[in-house]
């Protein structure tokens, strides 16, 4: 962890908001009673689910695969960005380089992560 970086609990998965409603993502059934609880003035405007992936486990994950890829010998790497996609539960990934597909091919296993392909 980054100094600075905040670290969510280990079974929170994001928020997002849609059409007046706030959607907030969790690892576990368990989970959706203490957030539930925790939350309890605004459940009116709060649906819960459960997802796969935590958020810093999407975090890390991108940072580990940014380490992997970084050093793969890609010669014409130009560029790498990250983020956690709460709503589809992955990490998007955007890569600037011309081989991008052979590293998109790499990966194709990984259920946590999709590609877009960046052109600079």
Known sequence: MV???YEYPDDYAGRYSEDYKLYVL???EDSIEYYSNLLSEYNDFIEYRVVKYSYNYLDEHIDE???EIRTG???DLRGFRGEVDVEKNKGHIVIFCDNYDEIVEKYADDEAVYFENGYL
């Open 65 to 67: 695969l940014w380490q």
């Open 3 to 5: 100094y600075g970086e």
């Open 73 to 75: 010998g890609y010669d």
């Open 26 to 28: 969790v690892t576990d």
